[in-house]
């Protein structure tokens, strides 16, 4: 089976400045996250989607960050307006089962570097 | 609140070598803990989930124990390649938050 897309894979910007980050799941997966890892740290939850509904968004910083996944497939994440500090590795994951006890698949994911 | 340590930060073997991964976590109420894979610059790859239920989980040349009262899971490597040579990641998928909780990692390099 495919697995989790992103793009894209590296994105530079400057801070101020606006960036989406997108991801499509594996077909049949209901459930989709999104990480953030910042450089020698391990990967902290922004958002949990279950279909197009949003069940966790505890830690996103949504004075900046924004996120949706319409038709409950494919998702979309922005910042606007980005900070230095946003510079990270940005994880799409998806689950089959919401609980996600099935495991779940990253993609390959996007760095973005804010300067 | 759940904590994730993985010892040690890095690790450099001579190729061939069998090698042991550590991770801990406070809380035992755990659903299953994940093993993964990273390279440089891209996503991370599953290596192993081994479930509350289960001890231990094989692949190829990988193993996972778990023993949940004490918190604990290792990877062991056997007969460590080049290639081998990643950050590894566990994760524990947290009972009381529903959330996977990740550690900082172990550095692995094998030295050819």
């Known amino acids: 089976e495919a697995g989790v897309a992103q793009s894209p894979r590296y994105k530079i910007i400057e801070k101020r400045q606006s960036v989406a980050f997108w991801c499509n799941p594996i077909?049949?997966?209901?459930?989709l996250y999104w990480y953030q890892q910042i450089l020698g740290q391990g990967p902290k939850l922004l958002i949990q989607?279950?279909?197009?509904?949003?069940?966790?968004d505890s830690q996103l910083p949504k004075d900046r960050f924004s996120a949706e996944r319409l038709k409950g497939v494919d998702s979309t994440l922005k910042i606007q307006p980005a900070k230095l500090e946003d510079s990270a590795v940005y994880l799409c994951?998806?689950?089959?089962?919401?609980?996600?006890?099935?495991?779940?698949?990253f993609g390959s994911g996007t760095r973005l570097t804010v300067v | 609140k759940q904590e994730v340590t993985q010892i040690p930060a890095a690790l450099s073997v001579p190729e061939g070598e069998n090698l042991v991964l550590n991770c801990s976590f406070t809380?035992?109420?755990?659903?299953?803990l994940q093993w993964f894979r990273q390279d440089p610059g891209k996503g991370l790859t599953s290596l192993l989930l081994?479930?509350?239920?289960?001890r231990e989980q094989t692949s190829g040349r990988l193993n996972a124990s778990l023993d949940k009262s004490s918190g604990r899971s290792t990877l062991y490597i056997a007969a460590s390649q080049p290639g081998d040579s990643a950050t590894y990641l566990c994760a524990v998928k947290d009972g009381a938050t529903n959330k996977l909780i990740f550690g900082t990692g172990t550095l692995l390099a094998v030295q050819p």
């Open positions: 994951a998806s689950s089959l089962s919401s609980s996600g006890d099935d495991g779940y698949t």
């Open positions: 809380d035992s109420a755990i659903y299953n």
């Open positions: 989607f279950q279909n197009n509904g949003v069940v966790d």
């Open positions: 077909s049949g997966h209901a459930t």
């Open positions: 081994i479930q509350s239920s289960q």
